[in-house]
């Protein structure tokens, strides 16, 4: 009887295990998937902007000797 307990949690792990792994393929999925579109969309906006958002100000600075 112990065996027939033992062989039934094994298969209650494993589907669970099954389970947990295709969420995180989900997961990493839509975490490509979304990055990819914000990435696409800070294309957008810095050519739509001339890229004045992404560029920080540099202060020049000249040295006279």
Request: aromatic share 4%; with cysteine; hydrophobic share 45%.
């Amino acid at each position: 009887m112990g065996a027939v307990v033992s062989c039934f949690t094994s298969i209650c792990r494993t589907i669970g295990s099954i389970l947990m792994a295709i969420v995180n393929g989900i997961g990493a999925i839509l975490t490509a998937i979304i990055s990819g579109i914000v990435s696409l969309f800070d294309i957008i906006i810095s050519c739509l902007t001339c890229g004045r958002h992404t560029r920080s100000r540099r202060t020049h600075t000249t040295s006279t000797v």
